[in-house]
């Protein structure tokens, strides 16, 4: 009886496997080779910051769709894009260098805690509970949800606020997808001006909470002769694209329109840090050059 169960299990396992061995021949997809090849050229990170799973399957995308341009590997930067357009045969084209930022100035207005949170320490847990502890619902939380997702190191917290690193950031996005406050963005780092704050209250709610908050004048909007800042869901939103079109002849006045200094010029130079440089520090006062100062 046991030798009879044992050798049908034996042979139900050899036809399993001749079925098997079959169904791999009839079934057999051939890869395109190139794939593997685009996906070693590409820096491995798998951040998804080109809008795909990860590095390998952006590189069949690039490879088998020829909609997609060979220059989304925002890790890799120029030097990518020019391999993988030679490999794919595509043109590699012109991309704006991006990097994150923060608009949030919680600890220079002063921003009070409505509570202690003791809560699990994330973000998005603090978030559940009342809105989060700070007096003011739209401030960076400080609990690292963000630090803890940038797959390059680019970001730490001090003083219950996140600081970015942009000479390590590789506007890969994960930082913006994870922030339950949607206070990080990605902009061109060569932008000209920017809202450090990131409220959708208005006037005195704005001002009860926080001493330096944008309370939507639209003192800016009114003043920009470029027409590019806007109100959209109630926050203040630059096209950058259309600011570094009209260049400095407008003279930054929506800057020295805003009665509370917190639309700001940014640090150019800071702002456009290369990837070569890893100062090991950024203090706050370096993220700007406050025209009012």
Aim: charged share 20%.
């Amino acid at each position: 009886m046991i030798t009879a169960s044992v050798v049908t299990l034996f042979s139900l396992g050899f036809i399993s496997a001749g079925l098997l061995a079959v169904a791999s021949k009839v079934l057999y997809v051939e890869e395109d080779p190139r794939i593997e090849v685009v996906t070693e050229a590409l820096p491995g990170a798998n951040c998804g910051g080109c809008g795909y799973a990860g590095c390998e399957a952006y590189a069949a995308a690039v490879i088998n769709d020829p909609s997609v341009p060979p220059n989304k590997c925002c890790a890799g930067g120029p030097d990518v894009a020019k391999r993988v357009a030679e490999l794919t045969g595509k043109a590699a084209g012109d991309s704006e260098p991006m990097v994150a930022f923060r608009r949030c100035m919680k600890v220079e207005g002063k921003v009070a805690k409505k509570f202690e949170y003791l809560g699990v320490m994330s973000c998005a847990a603090a978030k559940l509970v009342q809105g989060g502890p700070d007096a003011c619902s739209y401030a960076c939380f400080g609990l690292g949800d963000c630090v803890r997702a940038c797959p390059f190191d680019a970001m730490w917290i001090e003083n219950n606020l996140v600081h970015i690193a942009p000479d390590k950031c590789t506007s890969c996005g994960t930082c913006v997808r994870t922030c339950p406050n949607s206070i990080l963005e990605l902009i061109p780092r060569r932008s000209r001006v920017m809202v450090f704050c990131s409220s959708q209250d208005k006037g005195k709610a704005v001002k009860d909470v926080c001493e330096v908050g944008c309370i939507s004048c639209g003192a800016c909007i009114k003043k920009c002769p470029a027409q590019c800042i806007s109100m959209v869901d109630d926050r203040i939103v630059i096209d950058h694209k259309a600011c570094l079109a009209y260049g400095p002849s407008c003279g930054e006045v929506c800057v020295e329109k805003c009665p509370r200094n917190i639309l700001r010029c940014l640090n150019p130079e800071y702002i456009a840090a290369g990837p070569e440089t890893e100062p090991a520090h950024y203090p706050e006062e370096s993220h700007v050059a406050d025209l009012n100062a």
